[in-house]
């Protein structure tokens, strides 16, 4: 039994998530404790729990402390079965978290698996889930793991109501390493702006300001982004809700940027943080953005072979995960130890048996 201190680094969701997928991947039993310490109000929140039990369910587990408001989570995996699932968060809390917990599961099912999990799709505090369709996936893609993700829904905070299904026809079992430093040179800009249950002119808002901002900031590369907005009498989202999700694919990778629309918050406001957040990540000339550094870690810590990669940022959150495979997997991490600053990170899986 592995004991996780769920206070280490972030203090928060994150290391709960990639310990509960580790566990299931491995086979090793565990028990994470002072979970989400470090936040206002520790404990599982909604979608931890709905990770936990949706982990759970996929792979036979056993577990314990599984209530909203628990510190304390024990964990007993079994095996990793195909079929199709559905999950639901019950609140607007996030798909996309959910699915952080949920996808390097799903790529060591015995056979084709899909899901379908219901829940918030742009909500604060966590990656907007057209960022996990144009960023994520093509970066997952690049380490062999295909799968297909389709947005059915979205959903904002507070009423969500979003849906997202998830397919893995052919389950890799496996991930590839990368090596992958520099960005290169911007080939081109795309993006989504959207709003429900708004008026149109708030989604062209957010576009025509992240647009301005890009060029302003020099860019000669071709910009796309789309304007999604549906008409009152047709749109089928809770709502009301909006934001915009920037990529930029670049000679050897994407990287991406986003802001949601609030109350009070200008539509301007929204794009011109999208396109900052993405600039600002261009301009370290690393090849994997903030977000998906952490992300990609535990991937390529279950790669066969060494990776080597650059990202624009080192976040608690990545900072937490490299110190969670270290422990867990027996990886071999290397990385600058300076928080919000651009390093250049090594992982050496152990070899297997």
């Given at each position: 039994?592995?004991?996780?201190?769920?206070?280490?680094?972030?203090?928060?969701?994150?290391?709960?998530r990639t310990?509960v997928a580790?566990?299931?991947?491995?086979?090793?039993?565990?028990?994470?404790?002072?979970?989400?310490?470090k936040?206002?109000?520790?404990?599982?929140k909604?979608?931890?729990?709905?990770?936990?039990?949706?982990?759970?369910?996929i792979?036979g587990a056993?577990?314990?402390?599984?209530?909203?408001?628990?510190?304390?989570?024990?964990?007993?995996?079994g095996t990793?079965?195909g079929?199709?699932?559905?999950?639901?968060v019950?609140?607007?809390g996030?798909?996309?978290?959910v699915l952080?917990?949920?996808?390097p599961i799903?790529?060591?099912?015995?056979?084709?698996?899909?899901?379908?999990?219901?829940?918030?799709?742009?909500?604060?505090?966590?990656?907007?889930?057209?960022?996990?369709?144009?960023?994520?996936?093509?970066h997952?893609q690049?380490?062999g793991?295909?799968?297909v993700?389709e947005?059915v829904?979205?959903?904002?905070?507070?009423?969500g109501?979003?849906?997202?299904?998830?397919?893995?026809?052919?389950?890799?079992k496996f991930?590839?390493p990368v090596?992958?430093?520099?960005?290169?040179?911007?080939?081109?800009i795309?993006?989504?702006?959207h709003?429900?249950?708004l008026?149109?002119?708030?989604?062209?808002?957010?576009?025509?300001?992240?647009?301005?901002?890009?060029?302003?900031?020099?860019?000669?590369?071709?910009i796309?982004?789309?304007?999604?907005?549906?008409?009152?009498?047709?749109?089928?989202?809770?709502?009301?809700g909006s934001?915009?999700?920037?990529w930029a694919?670049?000679?050897?990778?994407?990287?991406?940027?986003?802001?949601?629309?609030?109350?009070g918050?200008?539509?301007?406001?929204v794009?011109?943080?999208?396109?900052?957040?993405?600039?600002?990540?261009l301009s370290t000339?690393?090849?994997y953005?903030?977000?998906?550094?952490?992300?990609?870690?535990p991937?390529?810590?279950?790669a066969?072979?060494?990776?080597?990669i650059?990202?624009?940022k080192?976040?608690?959150?990545?900072?937490t995960?490299?110190?969670?495979?270290?422990?867990?997997?027996?990886?071999?991490v290397?990385?600058g130890?300076e928080i919000?600053?651009?390093?250049?990170?090594k992982?050496?899986p152990?070899?297997?048996?």
């Amino acid at each position: 039994m592995l004991v996780i201190d769920g206070s280490f680094g972030e203090g928060g969701g994150q290391i709960l998530r990639t310990a509960v997928a580790l566990s299931a991947i491995t086979g090793v039993d565990i028990r994470v404790v002072n979970i989400r310490a470090k936040r206002p109000e520790p404990g599982l929140k909604r979608q931890h729990l709905t990770g936990i039990l949706a982990a759970a369910k996929i792979c036979g587990a056993v577990v314990e402390g599984a209530s909203v408001g628990s510190t304390e989570v024990l964990f007993k995996p079994g095996t990793i079965r195909g079929g199709s699932y559905t999950f639901d968060v019950g609140t607007a809390g996030s798909i996309t978290l959910v699915l952080q917990t949920l996808l390097p599961i799903i790529a060591f099912a015995d056979s084709p698996i899909s899901i379908e999990v219901r829940g918030g799709t742009d909500v604060q505090w966590s990656p907007p889930i057209d960022y996990f369709r144009y960023v994520v996936r093509p970066h997952l893609q690049g380490v062999g793991y295909d799968f297909v993700v389709e947005l059915v829904r979205r959903g904002h905070y507070p009423r969500g109501g979003g849906l997202v299904r998830v397919r893995v026809d052919k389950p890799p079992k496996f991930f590839k390493p990368v090596n992958r430093v520099e960005s290169g040179r911007v080939l081109s800009i795309g993006g989504v702006s959207h709003c429900v249950k708004l008026p149109k002119h708030v989604a062209e808002r957010q576009a025509r300001a992240a647009e301005e901002e890009l060029y302003k900031s020099g860019t000669r590369s071709s910009i796309n982004i789309e304007v999604e907005w549906y008409d009152p009498e047709r749109d089928p989202h809770l709502g009301p809700g909006s934001g915009v999700v920037l990529w930029a694919t670049t000679e050897n990778s994407i990287l991406g940027g986003d802001s949601l629309g609030e109350r009070g918050k200008p539509a301007e406001a929204v794009g011109k943080e999208a396109a900052s957040k993405l600039l600002e990540d261009l301009s370290t000339g690393m090849a994997y953005d903030r977000h998906m550094a952490d992300i990609i870690i535990p991937y390529l810590a279950l790669a066969e072979g060494p990776s080597t990669i650059g990202i624009s940022k080192l976040t608690l959150h990545a900072f937490t995960n490299m110190w969670l495979v270290k422990n867990m997997l027996g990886v071999n991490v290397e990385h600058g130890n300076e928080i919000n600053a651009p390093t250049i990170v090594k992982i050496m899986p152990r070899a297997r048996a």
